[in-house]
């Protein structure tokens, strides 16, 4: 595969472990429903990422979805559902990976480290 600057690596594709509760069956849904993260993630080696998804008795009442983001030099990010329906959960992880990764990204940044004026 050529690099023509304008490709992006599919870092969910390449980065995302299909945890317990999970089969490689499931992985084109998940990545469809986590692909707005993608672009947060974008601004991160791929190398320096690790994903890592599983849910723990799936399909049922007390079903939970967990997953885990480790970046290089950060320490590691975890967003949970326990929501029932599985599409609805991984919308819930989506979004809150999403927030955590825009906090780590504003705490990271040089100018967000002078006081705030009133």
């Known amino acids: 595969m050529t ?3 304008d490709e992006q690596p599919d870092i969910l ?3 995302l472990v299909l945890g317990r509760g999970f089969t490689e069956n499931d992985r084109p849904d998940i990545v469809e429903r986590l692909t707005a993260l993608g672009k947060r993630l ?3 080696p791929a ?3 690790d994903l890592r998804l599983s849910v723990k008795n799936r ?3 007390e079903q939970k979805v967990t997953f885990e983001c480790r970046l290089a030099g950060a320490e590691p990010l975890v967003a949970t559902s326990a929501e029932e329906d599985l599409s609805t959960a991984l919308v ?3 979004e809150d990976m999403i927030h955590q990764l825009d906090k780590l990204k504003t705490r990271r940044d ?3 480290d ?3 004026r009133p």
Do not use: C, F, Q
Request: no cysteine; glycine share 8%; net charge positive.
């Open 47 to 49: 190398d320096s990422v």
């Open 3 to 5: 690099d023509t600057g």
């Open 110 to 112: 040089p100018r967000h």
């Open 92 to 94: 819930e992880v989506r």
């Open 59 to 61: 399909d049922r009442a």
């Open 114 to 116: 002078r006081p705030h």
């Open 13 to 15: 594709g390449e980065r």
């Open 42 to 44: 974008r601004s991160y």
